[in-house]
């Protein structure tokens, strides 16, 4: 790959997935353009690209389509402002995880119901649920998380799972889930409301969370705890062979 192409070749998830897996930034690229790094991307061994563009760019995802892309996710980020007011006690219900567990790992799961490595039926069988496994275990070692938190209900002492770490120097919500058993009695609030004030006492002026626009169980939960809608933007599938 040239200095100037689009192309990102992506370590971690061509390690993982055991292909080569590139991003390509393809907002603001024309119909050719797109071509051309597609055709690059395929004399490179490339077999996925994950390609990038903003809603609004029309032109840019009708020529992904054309290419043979399928939209994979409608990426969400939503904020919201702290200050030192918002570091308040946090519920006796929450506390930290310090172990990995059957349960927790279900509840990663939960948490990527929506997930585009589990909807694109292009990856292996197994894929996102190892993915999603790895990353509770690369939260609760500290590598993606500061903090893991869990939610014990009046019968599970799990019952509930947020990760809160640090991304572009705000506060970073990762998963987040409440058992389908234990939902609507306001755990998800309460780990919203500690990811709150645990932000806020580390002196964090944002806090953020991404997810799926397509859930939109999970978009007004959010709207409802306080955040707002920052940006989105538009990730395609580029199967190669």
């Known amino acids: 790959m040239t200095a100037a192409s689009p192309l990102q070749h992506l370590a971690w998830d061509s390690d993982f ?3 080569p897996v590139a991003r390509l930034a393809a907002g603001g690229l024309g119909a050719s353009a797109i071509a051309a790094a597609v055709a690059e991307a395929r004399q490179a061994g490339y ?4 390609a990038i563009v903003l809603p609004t760019d029309t032109a840019g995802g009708e020529a992904l389509r054309q290419a043979g892309s399928g939209l994979a996710d409608r990426k969400v980020t939503y904020a919201m402002a702290l200050t030192a007011a918002d ?3 946090i519920s006796p219900a929450i506390s930290d995880a310090t172990a990995y567990s059957m349960q927790l790992e279900s509840l990663a799961w939960q948490s990527g119901e929506y997930s585009r490595f589990r909807l694109d039926r292009r990856f292996q069988p197994g894929v996102f649920q190892e993915l999603y ?15 893991v938190l869990v939610w014990r209900s009046a019968q599970d002492p799990e019952a509930g799972l947020l990760t809160l770490g ?4 705000r506060a970073d919500i ?8 234990a939902r609507g009695q306001r755990g998800g609030q309460q780990l919203v409301a500690a990811a709150r004030a645990q932000a806020a006492a580390w002196g ?3 806090l953020q969370v991404v997810t799926q626009g397509d859930n939109v169980a999970a978009c007004r939960f959010y709207e409802k705890c306080g955040f707002l809608p920052e940006s989105e933007e538009h990730i395609y599938h580029l199967w190669l062979n």
């Open 47 to 50: 077999r996925l690209l994950y």
């Open 166 to 169: 640090e991304k572009n120097g």
């Open 17 to 19: 997935l055991g292909f």
């Open 133 to 147: 496994s790895q990353w509770l275990r690369n939260s609760l070692s500290g590598e993606l998380a500061r903090r």
């Open 204 to 206: 964090f002026a944002t």
């Open 87 to 89: 570091a308040v006690s």
């Open 174 to 181: 990762g998963l987040l889930a409440v058992d389908v058993a």
